[in-house]
């Protein structure tokens, strides 16, 4: 059984800081590509961050501007978001996806609340 299971969220200041982070299980975890998305109340569920199999290449959505930093660690089978000056606009529910040729997987997401 496939799973991906999100933890770090939860309530920070404006200009805080939170680590997420992801725990695969289920798969052959280097063979997959891994992403972080976010969706927020009313809006369309939209790409955070991209990672490749080796950790070697990330890509960020513009929202990001420096702030997130993807990483992944194929001997513990985990996928981090590390996020930095968050402001409410980055209050949405998070994602973890696991990709490869012929699956896609989701979690089931863990909420990040950006107020003061």
């Known amino acids: 059984q496939v799973q991906l299971v999100e933890s770090g969220g939860g309530l920070v200041q404006p200009g805080g800081s939170l680590k997420l982070s992801c725990v695969v299980s289920?798969?052959?975890?280097?063979?997959?590509?891994f992403s972080w998305y976010r969706q927020a109340p009313g809006k369309e569920r939209e790409l955070v961050a991209h990672i490749a199999y080796t950790g070697d290449a990330t890509s960020y959505a513009d929202f990001v501007n420096g702030r997130f930093f993807i990483s992944r660690d194929n001997g513990k089978n985990m996928v981090y978001l590390r996020m930095e000056r968050l402001n409410p606009e980055d209050t949405a529910l998070y994602y973890c996806?696991?990709?490869?040729?012929?699956?896609?997987?989701w979690g089931q997401g863990t909420q990040v609340t950006v107020s003061s």
């Open positions: 289920g798969i052959t975890f280097s063979t997959y590509v």
């Open positions: 996806r696991a990709t490869s040729l012929r699956d896609d997987y």
